[in-house]
C-alpha cells in the first residue's frame, strides 16, 4: 500500500530536503516520507497521515516518531483527523493492538535513540539530564517541554544544571527560582541579579519572574528574535502584511502563557525545520488551534473579541480556524 499511496504523493508534492540532523533518524529521508511531511506541512492530512501510518507499519521509525508526536498534540490535529471516528484515529495513528493501542514511539525508540529521549519525557520520573540530551540533539522545543514537565511536577534541581552548555536560555527562570531563597550577597543570589539585569525588558520570560514586559514591547522582541520563538513572527508577516506589528501584538496577548510560548512549534526539530514549520500552512494553522484551544466554547468567542480589539486580522483568522472544527460560523463581535 506504502508504494501506491507514496506515488500519489510524489505526484502533486514536491519533495523538500529534510530538516538537517534528519539522517540520525532511520527513514528520514525517505523519499515517501519526505512527500508525505511535505503534504502535512500543507495541511493535507488526507493526504499525508494514511502515508506516514503505512510507512510506520513498514518500520519507517521517523514515520513512527511524527506520527506519535501527533497523537499526543492535540493543537498539531487538523480538523480532518480530529473529525475521524475513534476507531479510524486509533488505528490510523497508534500501533495496532487492544482498545486504543500503542504510541509509536516506543517502538521508534528501538532504533532510535531520540526516540527514548520522548519516552523518557512521558514518564513521571524523567531526569532533568533528558532536557539536557534534547537541547544537546537540537530539540530545543522538546528540552523546554521537559523542563515544564518537571517543573509541573513539582521536580527541583533545576539549579544544578545552570552552567550546563545546553541548558535552554529560555528558561532560564527555573534556575533563577531556585536562586532567590539564596543570601544576599550569595553567588547563587549575584548571578541571578546579573543574568535578570542582563535580560531584555521585552524578553516574555521576564512574565515568569513576576516583572511581565509590555505586550507591545514583546511583540516587537518576538519580531526581532523569531529564531528563538518564530511562530507568531512567521504567522503574522505571511497573514497579516502592513498590520503584522499588531497581529504580533494581539497574539502575544492571546498566548497569555510563557509556557505555551515556549513549548510551541515543529513536532521535532530532527524532523521538521522549526522555521519551516512556523512558515506552512500546517503550522500557522496549529498556532491558532493551540490558542482556541486553552479555552471552552464560550471563551473562545471572548479570545476573539480581545484580540480584534487590537488586530482585525488575526482575530479573523483566529473566527475562520474555530469554524473549521464546528463547521459554524462565528458572528462577529457585538459592537
Given at each position: 500500500?506504502?508504494?501506491?499511496?507514496?506515488?500519489?504523493?510524489?505526484?502533486?508534492?514536491?519533495?523538500a530536503?529534510?530538516?538537517?540532523?534528519a539522517?540520525?533518524?532511520?527513514?528520514?529521508?525517505?523519499?515517501?516520507?519526505?512527500?508525505?511531511?511535505?503534504?502535512?506541512?500543507?495541511?493535507?492530512e488526507?493526504?499525508?497521515?494514511?502515508?506516514?501510518?503505512d510507512?510506520?507499519?513498514?518500520?519507517?521509525?521517523a514515520?513512527?516518531?511524527?506520527?506519535?508526536?501527533?497523537d499526543k498534540?492535540?493543537?498539531?490535529?487538523?480538523?480532518?483527523?480530529t473529525?475521524?471516528?475513534?476507531?479510524?484515529r486509533?488505528?490510523?495513528?497508534?500501533?495496532?493492538?487492544?482498545?486504543s493501542?500503542?504510541?509509536?514511539?516506543?517502538?521508534?525508540?528501538e532504533?532510535?535513540?531520540?526516540a527514548?529521549?520522548?519516552?523518557?519525557l512521558?514518564?513521571?520520573d524523567t531526569?532533568?539530564?533528558?532536557?539536557?540530551?534534547?537541547?544537546a540533539?537540537?530539540?530545543?522545543?522538546?528540552?523546554?517541554?521537559?523542563?515544564?514537565?518537571?517543573?509541573?511536577?513539582?521536580?527541583?534541581?533545576?539549579?544544578?544544571?545552570?552552567?550546563d552548555?545546553?541548558y535552554?536560555?529560555?528558561?532560564?527562570?527555573?534556575?533563577?527560582r531556585?536562586?532567590?531563597?539564596?543570601?544576599?550577597?550569595?553567588?547563587?543570589?549575584?548571578?541571578?541579579a546579573?543574568e535578570?539585569?542582563?535580560?531584555?525588558a521585552?524578553?516574555p520570560?521576564?512574565?515568569?519572574?513576576?516583572?511581565p514586559?509590555?505586550p507591545?514591547?514583546?511583540?516587537?522582541?518576538?519580531?526581532?528574535?523569531?529564531?528563538?520563538?518564530?511562530?507568531?513572527?512567521?504567522?503574522?508577516?505571511?497573514?497579516?502584511?502592513?498590520?503584522?506589528g499588531?497581529c504580533?501584538q494581539?497574539?502575544y496577548?492571546?498566548?497569555?502563557?510563557y509556557?505555551?510560548?515556549?513549548t510551541?512549534?515543529?513536532?521535532?526539530?530532527?524532523?521538521?525545520?522549526p522555521?519551516r514549520?512556523?512558515?506552512s500552512p500546517r503550522?500557522?494553522?496549529a498556532?491558532?488551534?493551540?490558542l482556541?484551544l486553552?479555552?471552552?466554547a464560550?471563551?473562545r468567542?471572548?479570545l476573539?473579541?480581545?484580540?480584534?480589539?487590537?488586530?482585525?486580522?488575526f482575530?479573523?483568522?483566529?473566527?475562520?480556524?474555530?469554524?473549521?472544527?464546528?463547521?459554524?460560523?462565528?458572528?462577529?463581535?457585538?459592537?
Amino acid at each position: 500500500m506504502v508504494p501506491r499511496l507514496a506515488a500519489l504523493l510524489l505526484a502533486f508534492f514536491l519533495p523538500a530536503a529534510p530538516a538537517p540532523g534528519a539522517e540520525s533518524v532511520p527513514g528520514a529521508a525517505a523519499p515517501p516520507f519526505v512527500a508525505a511531511v511535505e503534504a502535512w506541512l500543507a495541511d493535507d492530512e488526507a493526504a499525508a497521515l494514511p502515508v506516514l501510518s503505512d510507512l510506520a507499519e513498514d518500520g519507517n521509525t521517523a514515520a513512527q516518531m511524527l506520527l506519535a508526536i501527533i497523537d499526543k498534540t492535540p493543537a498539531l490535529q487538523g480538523p480532518w483527523l480530529t473529525n475521524r471516528p475513534r476507531e479510524e484515529r486509533v488505528a490510523l495513528m497508534r500501533v495496532p493492538g487492544g482498545l486504543s493501542g500503542r504510541s509509536w514511539m516506543h517502538t521508534a525508540a528501538e532504533t532510535a535513540p531520540l526516540a527514548g529521549l520522548w519516552t523518557a519525557l512521558w514518564q513521571v520520573d524523567t531526569p532533568v539530564s533528558v532536557a539536557l540530551d534534547f537541547a544537546a540533539a537540537g530539540e530545543t522545543r522538546a528540552a523546554r517541554e521537559t523542563l515544564l514537565a518537571l517543573a509541573a511536577r513539582g521536580r527541583e534541581g533545576f539549579a544544578e544544571a545552570a552552567d550546563d552548555p545546553h541548558y535552554p536560555p529560555a528558561m532560564r527562570y527555573l534556575v533563577w527560582r531556585e536562586w532567590a531563597d539564596a543570601p544576599a550577597g550569595d553567588e547563587a543570589a549575584l548571578r541571578r541579579a546579573r543574568e535578570i539585569a542582563a535580560l531584555s525588558a521585552a524578553h516574555p520570560q521576564r512574565a515568569m519572574i513576576g516583572h511581565p514586559p509590555d505586550p507591545a514591547s514583546a511583540a516587537d522582541w518576538l519580531r526581532e528574535n523569531r529564531d528563538v520563538f518564530p511562530a507568531i513572527a512567521a504567522f503574522c508577516d505571511a497573514n497579516c502584511g502592513t498590520t503584522a506589528g499588531s497581529c504580533a501584538q494581539a497574539a502575544y496577548e492571546a498566548v497569555a502563557s510563557y509556557p505555551i510560548l515556549a513549548t510551541f512549534g515543529s513536532p521535532s526539530a530532527t524532523l521538521i525545520d522549526p522555521l519551516r514549520f512556523a512558515e506552512s500552512p500546517r503550522g500557522q494553522a496549529a498556532l491558532l488551534r493551540r490558542l482556541l484551544l486553552t479555552v471552552d466554547a464560550r471563551g473562545r468567542r471572548s479570545l476573539i473579541e480581545r484580540a480584534e480589539e487590537t488586530s482585525a486580522c488575526f482575530a479573523e483568522a483566529l473566527r475562520s480556524e474555530a469554524q473549521r472544527y464546528t463547521g459554524t460560523a462565528m458572528p462577529p463581535p457585538q459592537e
